[in-house]
């Protein structure tokens, strides 16, 4: 199992940028594929981006296309999130989440994922 903690969640207004990151721990990082998900309350978890073992090789939900960039650093055995031209919908708790197993293909599905981290707040005001 993988330990993966989630940080740089905040606040900040529409149309401001903010950069998530999630440190991994206890497995090899590099060949894992590593997703973001997010989840607002009172709705379901919902996929927003996927990073392969192959840094090149990502996809994005619709929703956050063109926003959003996901990327890995695997010396630092880190993804990260960054996120521009926020808006209100996308205030949720983001989480982090690494592949169910070494050279898994991940995609849209939470049961792509085999570890999560607790999450980190964000919240976009209007």
């Known amino acids: 199992q993988v330990q993966l903690v989630e940080s740089g969640g905040g606040l900040v207004q529409a149309g401001g940028s903010l950069r998530l990151a999630c440190a991994a721990s206890?497995?090899?990082?590099?060949?894992?594929?590593m997703g973001w998900f997010r989840q607002a309350p009172g709705e379901e978890r919902e996929f927003v981006a996927t990073i392969r073992w192959s840094a090149g090789d990502t996809y994005y939900a619709d929703s956050v296309k063109g926003r959003f960039t996901i990327s890995r650093d695997n010396a630092k055995n880190t993804v990260y999130l960054q996120m521009n031209s926020l808006k209100p919908e996308d205030t949720a708790i983001y989480y982090c989440a690494a592949g169910r197993s070494a050279n898994y293909y991940t995609g849209v599905s939470p049961a792509d994922f085999g570890s999560w981290g607790q999450g980190t707040q964000v919240t976009v005001s209007a």
């Open positions: 206890g497995r090899p990082f590099s060949n894992y594929g």
